[in-house]
């Protein structure tokens, strides 16, 4: 019984007596802060340069304000429906959405699970690792993409919307090239397929999205038909 | 010329009124660089020291601090905005008229706070991109993260509501186009939509209500939640660095 006690103390001898001091697991390694590298003193290094950049911006601001006169039509009237009416620009994508879907999936349901997406990323342990897609499991991984890219696509053309199909097929493309450059070590096909499944995720977001607001907004005429921004109204 | 400037401005840093408004004399040590941070309310929240790969222009592009910046040229125009204007039908637009044509500078005033609008809205979302692609979500940024993508809906909240003040053809459309989707809401549709517009079309009431949630609950929102998000950068350990930035790329 004598020498089950556990003694206080510290040993001198490590090889006698090993002792854990920190242990790191998987989960925790992200946290852990390791060289920070040189530093800089806040004042004046980086109060400068945001001083910088604040002057810079309000002059372009200034310059561009005095050039580009703020729109103003005739007073609201209710009676007077524009054909087109538009929203502003940055939900013009949504407005390109309700012209294939029905409003209740292009403006509550597609919103509330792209702002949900959104918030849950940094929750997801997938997204911290950020492993290459290819890097586990190749194949498999391939034959989930293109069952999941051949359903989106056969659903976007059951809907006829062919603005999110295009940048969806463009993004599918590259990313499937992406898997015969795996084994590359370097150039940029080697960098794409280094790439993480949350990185393609949101490069198709933003293809789709960027696709969507630029036809909503410089493509699409009375009735919301196609039109070229070049061309003027005739008639 | 310059020298006697910089001379006077040495004396002025070392005289007891200077030192008695921003509690140190002239910053020309780490330690009274550091109480120019620390011991400054507007500067407080910002570390003393900063790595210097995080003042690389790619880390950031500033695109964070370009959005607060927009935010506080929003407020300054803003507030002047608001001198000429009555948020009523058809007042609201005979003021757009007169900053047209009556009040001094009154349209370059409007057009700086349209662009910034416009530019802060595409900023944020820069803003957001730039940080997803820097994995500047990552632990022990999580929940920073989820202030960001907030601020993102409160910033497109603020611009839809100012979209509708200026009370003619295009505000109007716009906002009757917007707020027809809430309609599509199950259940509570109608309801919301009731709320936010007072009413059952877009009227007086709701040119009011758009304007209460423009210029008083959505600026102190954004305020509060900016506090947030400037703050947390610092406490988890400030802007993400990744490795290679030492190396060239």
Redesign the interface.
């Known amino acids: 019984m004598e020498d089950k006690k556990i003694e206080a103390g510290f040993s001198s001898d490590a090889k006698k007596d090993p002792r854990r001091v920190v242990f790191v697991t998987k989960k925790v390694s992200?946290?852990v802060?390791g060289d920070?590298?040189?530093?800089?003193?806040?004042?004046?290094?980086?109060?400068l340069?945001?001083a910088i950049?604040?002057e810079v911006?309000?002059i372009v601001?200034?310059v561009?304000?005095?050039f580009?006169?703020?729109?103003?039509?005739?007073?609201?009237?209710?009676l007077?429906?524009?054909n087109p009416?538009?929203?502003?620009?940055?939900?013009l994508g949504?407005?390109e959405l309700?012209h294939f879907f029905?409003?209740?999936v292009?403006?509550?349901l597609i919103p509330t699970l792209v702002?949900l997406a959104?918030?849950v990323?940094?929750?997801f342990n997938v997204?911290?690792e950020?492993k290459p897609l290819w890097a586990d499991r190749p194949a498999q991984n391939l034959r989930m993409v293109l069952i999941s890219t051949i359903v989106l696509l056969f659903f976007l053309a059951f809907f006829d919307a062919w603005t999110i199909l295009v940048p969806t097929a463009i993004v599918a493309s590259i990313l499937i090239f992406s898997y015969t450059a795996r084994q590359q070590t370097s150039g940029w096909q080697s960098a794409l397929a280094a790439k993480p499944f949350s990185?393609w995720v949101?490069t198709w977001f933003?293809a789709a999205s960027v696709c969507l607001t630029v036809v909503g907004t410089f493509f699409r005429g009375p009735g919301w038909s196609w039109i070229w921004p070049w061309r003027t109204h005739v008639g | 010329m310059a020298n006697n400037v910089t001379a006077l401005l040495e004396t002025l840093r070392e005289t007891k009124v200077w030192k008695s408004i921003f509690r140190r004399g002239p910053a020309n040590s780490n330690r009274t660089r550091s109480i120019a941070v620390f011991g400054n309310l507007f500067l407080h929240w910002m570390p003393v020291k900063v790595r210097e790969k995080a003042l690389h222009v790619r880390a950031s592009y500033y695109l964070g601090s370009i959005s607060f910046f927009l935010f506080l040229v929003l407020t300054v125009t803003g507030i002047l905005l608001m001198f000429y204007y009555h948020p009523a039908a058809p007042n609201a637009y005979r003021d757009m008229k007169d900053l047209q044509f009556v009040v001094s500078n009154g349209v370059f005033l409007r057009n700086l706070h349209r662009l910034a609008a416009h530019l802060m809205v595409f900023m944020v979302f820069a803003h957001m991109f730039h940080v997803f692609y820097r994995g500047g979500y990552k632990p022990p940024h999580q929940f920073n993260w989820v202030v960001g993508v907030v601020l993102l809906l409160v910033t497109l909240f603020l611009s839809y509501t100012g979209y509708l003040l200026p009370w003619d053809q295009l505000a109007f459309w716009a906002v009757t186009v917007g707020t027809n989707i809430i309609s599509a809401m199950p259940v509570i549709g109608d309801k919301v939509k009731f709320l936010l517009l007072g009413g059952h079309i877009v009227g007086e009431n709701a040119l009011l209500r758009f304007y209460v949630l423009h210029v008083v609950i959505l600026p102190l929102v954004a305020f509060v939640l900016i506090g947030i998000h400037f703050w947390r950068v610092q406490k988890d350990g400030g802007l993400t660095v990744k490795d290679r930035d030492s190396h060239g790329r």
């Open positions: 992200a946290k802060v920070r590298g040189p530093q800089l003193m806040t004042y004046p290094h980086l109060l340069r945001e950049v604040f911006l309000v601001m200034i561009v304000a005095l580009w006169d703020a729109p103003l039509e005739q007073l609201a009237n209710p007077l429906t524009p009416a538009k929203a502003p620009w940055y939900f949504l407005q309700l029905p409003p209740f292009a403006g509550i702002v959104l918030v990323i940094p929750y997204n911290v950020g990185w949101m933003i």
